[in-house]
């Protein structure tokens, strides 16, 4: 699965508006005078698998056939509704949340994190884990973070051999994993082996590499709908648990928690307004959220930038100019452009949703209450109306434009807006500038890497696969 244009392209590249499309909850007696959207006609099995591993196929032929606005018949109950209109995305992003709740509570993601986790639930308990988290992701706690995303960088940098082809994906993935251990759990560097923590570090590394798997695929098929994992899952979640509770038990005993600073010892110290602590088993939905949420996605926003621009000389060429160019504020800015747009035309979540607890009007259409509406990502950032020309990797069309609360969302919405955002950005930042200023890259191939879907995720095929030209100290 490639993106490809689907009609002609113009010559501006400039950032733009879609036309109105009122949209947001409505009584019965209004929801009646609007037709439903249109279905897909296919059979609903045909469907789940299109969706689950054909997705870009799926949505934009969907688009293509239908209009901005359809249903599909999935495992998620309700034959969700996609929309990809900028309006849509703001009734629902601004709506009361026992109005329209995450659909997060639904996905593949709960059998795996669990329903303690602020990804997974909904209402007056994700507003509770969402206020206990939220100080760990903000200010001083990001600034700490940054020599150490430097340092990490330039480590796994020195070991990347010239002239060889290698895959980014992994070496991403240990530069995000180093810094998530050290922010979520405290641990800086490489643990000893024969320590949990060094257990759970080999647990995670492998749990996300056999996720790309054929029969990691199907197991999660038969997870979605699910809120305990059932099995090759549940054995394999078994050796991320072991260690996860080995290193919260330690910490529990720990002399120096009080002076600790990683979540992990936070999340030990904190109270809810009832004065009440975290559980073992919350503690681990909430640290394994983070982990697993908080490096790989990254680590593949990433890898996707880098493999949009070794196939786009012009953008490469400015962003190494830029670097290397002595100007920081210059550098700065285009290092911002490259991630935005990358960020853009491939993002690492492709779709996300809500389900509506009342009559909900989308422009023509309304739909009863008890749907679930999912907004694509991928349609949404691939408008033409709002992106013109937008299956070019183009960074420079951010110049003079900041993105769109309605119409650039990789990081979600409203108050399910990702966490860790400004963390994933300056992690993006520096990881992104240092590869920049100390590395002469090119591809192995000149086409485009495929699109492969791991659980709620799109990481490229070959693990953004390129060859290293030459290296600056």
């Avoid at 032929?61 to 018949?73: P, V, Y």
């Avoid at 080999?202 to 798997?213: C, D, F, H, P």
């Avoid at 949703?353 to 694509?376: E, N």
Wanted: aromatic share 6%; proline share 8%; net charge neutral.
């Amino acid at each position: 699965m490639t993106l490809a244009p689907e009609a002609p392209i113009p010559a501006s590249s400039l950032i733009g508006t879609a036309p109105p499309s009122p949209a947001g909850p409505i009584d019965a007696a209004e929801a009646a005078r609007y037709p439903v959207p249109p279905m897909v006609e296919l059979p609903r099995v045909l469907q789940t698998l299109r969706f689950n591993q054909r997705q870009i196929d799926f949505v934009f032929g969907g688009r293509r056939r239908l209009g901005e606005t359809f249903r599909f018949a999935g495992i998620v109950d309700g034959d969700p509704v996609i929309t990809s209109h900028p309006d849509h995305v703001q009734s629902l992003f601004t709506a009361k949340p026992e109005q329209a709740p995450s659909l997060t509570g639904e996905s593949p993601l709960r059998p795996i994190v669990g329903p303690n986790s602020v990804l997974t639930a909904i209402g007056p308990r994700h507003m509770r884990q969402r206020k206990l988290l939220l100080p760990s992701f903000h200010g001083e706690a990001i600034a700490k973070y940054m020599e150490m995303i430097a340092d990490a960088a330039d480590r796994e940098i020195d070991k990347w051999p010239v002239g060889e082809t290698i895959a980014l994906a992994p070496r991403m993935q240990a530069i995000t994993l180093d810094v998530i251990m050290s922010g979520i759990f405290g641990i800086e560097g490489k643990p000893e082996r024969g320590t949990p923590e060094h257990a759970l570090r080999r647990a995670v590394r492998g749990l996300v590499e056999a996720s790309t798997w054929k029969t990691a695929q199907l197991a999660e098929l038969m997870n979605i709908g699910r809120d305990e994992p059932v099995g090759i899952t549940k054995y394999a979640l078994g050796f991320l648990d072991r260690p996860t509770y080995q290193v919260i038990a330690e910490r529990r005993q720990a002399s120096d928690l009080e002076e600790r600073r990683d979540i992990l010892s936070l999340l030990l110290q904190a109270r809810t307004e009832e004065g009440e602590a975290l559980s073992d088993q919350e503690l681990r939905d909430e640290l394994l959220t983070l982990v697993l949420a908080g490096h790989e996605t990254t680590a593949n926003s990433l890898s996707w930038t880098w493999e949009r621009l070794v196939r786009t000389p012009d953008a490469h060429d400015r962003l190494r100019d830029a670097v290397r160019g002595g100007d920081d504020a210059e550098s700065a800015k285009v290092v911002e452009q490259t991630i935005q747009e990358a960020m853009r035309s491939r993002p690492v979540i492709p779709i996300i949703g809500r389900r509506v607890k009342l009559p909900w009007r989308l422009g023509d259409y309304a739909v009863p209450a008890d749907t679930p509406v999912t907004m694509s990502i991928l349609l949404l950032h691939h408008r033409e109306d709002v992106y013109p020309d937008p299956f070019a990797f183009r960074p420079e069309r951010w110049e003079g434009n900041k993105p769109g609360t309605y119409t650039w969302i990789p990081f979600g919405g409203g108050i399910r807006r990702c966490l860790g955002a400004a963390l994933a950005m300056a992690e993006m930042r520096v990881v992104l500038e240092t590869m920049a200023r100390r590395l002469d890259i090119t591809y192995e191939t000149p086409e485009p890497e495929r699109a492969v879907h791991r659980n709620v995720t799109m990481i490229p095929s070959g693990g953004a696969t390129v060859r290293i030209v030459s290296k600056r100290a």
